[in-house]
């Protein structure tokens, strides 16, 4: 992943224009989150027909149609890269770039504490869903069903409207969406509330992953984007994990209710603390102008 992701995320731009970035992003997230969805029913029957070695060997063999999709990519070839010193000067200069940006290192900053801090709500599903709600294997596959169709409608929803609203409203709007839902299913202990507070979190989360990924891409230029798109990768594989210990070590002295609304609560502070330095930002951008 950690070689993966950083080149899809910059590939992306190279195989859509920088006009159709935000839908090529969102209709990859739809993908996704519709996989989720379709995914868990189709290793639920293959494990119970075949058992669950030969259903490891069938998810590696369909990976060879991914191989030959990119295979039969026909690509614009690209100048060789003027980037000079070895992959450490490069990745330095990478994490320089992201430090002096102010605007990517915010963006960045308020991605990384809504990684630790919220996007770690799915590792106590399994104590909220057996615990609070006293449910079994079922009624934990549909909250995490409810939270995959949600990302899927959010992601369709910015293809199909994101590039005709304000970034800014998308990104902020999407995590005080999050935020809300996931601070009203912490208190809540109907599973119907629950699906539905599930997939409003689950909305929000992809309009605030959506916009901030594909303003992150449209602000760099094209010699920094695969390092800067490397960083994200680290906060987003490495947040997560630190935010899991986080919650496990919250959750273990609060319990898992407090846990998620706090998490909550420090999602919607960020996002709002972030507002005010963009707004302050563009203040003294117009004031030197």
């Known amino acids: 992943m950690a070689f993966d992701m950083p080149a899809r995320q910059s590939f992306v731009v190279e195989i859509a224009s920088r006009e159709d970035l935000m839908n090529a992003i969102s209709l990859n997230s739809a993908m996704f989150n519709g996989a989720r969805i379709v995914g868990p029913a189709i290793a639920g029957f293959l494990m119970a027909q075949v058992g669950i070695a030969l259903c490891f060997f069938i998810d590696g063999v369909s990976f060879l149609a991914v191989l030959t999709g990119l295979f039969l ?40 504490i809504v990684g630790i801090f919220g996007w770690s709500y799915s590792v106590l599903m399994p104590a909220f869903a057996r615990d609070i709600l006293h449910l079994g294997e079922q009624g934990y596959g549909l909250l995490l069903g409810a939270s995959g169709v949600g990302a899927l409608v959010g992601a369709l929803v910015t293809a199909t409207f994101g590039p005709g609203i304000s970034p800014r409203k998308l990104a902020f709007g999407g995590v005080w969406l999050f935020s809300a839902m996931l601070l009203i299913f912490s208190f809540n202990r109907s599973l119907t509330i629950a699906m539905l507070c599930l997939a409003g979190a689950g909305f929000g989360m992809m309009l605030f992953f959506s916009t901030l990924n594909t303003t992150v891409q449209t602000i760099v230029p094209d010699e920094m984007r695969g390092r800067v798109m490397g960083i994200w990768a680290l906060i987003f594989g490495g947040m997560i994990p630190f935010g899991a210990l ?44």
């Open 73 to 112: 990519m026909q690509l614009e070839r690209r100048p060789p890269s003027a980037a000079t010193g070895g992959a450490l000067a490069q990745s330095l200069e990478g994490f320089r770039y992201v430090w002096h940006h102010v605007r990517v290192r915010t963006i960045f900053a308020l991605f990384a």
């Open 246 to 289: 986080e919650a496990g070590a919250v959750a273990h002295y609060v319990g898992t209710s407090a846990t998620l609304a706090v998490g909550a609560v420090i999602c919607a502070l960020a996002a709002f603390v972030t507002l005010l330095i963009v707004r302050r930002r563009d203040a003294q951008l117009a004031t030197s102008t």
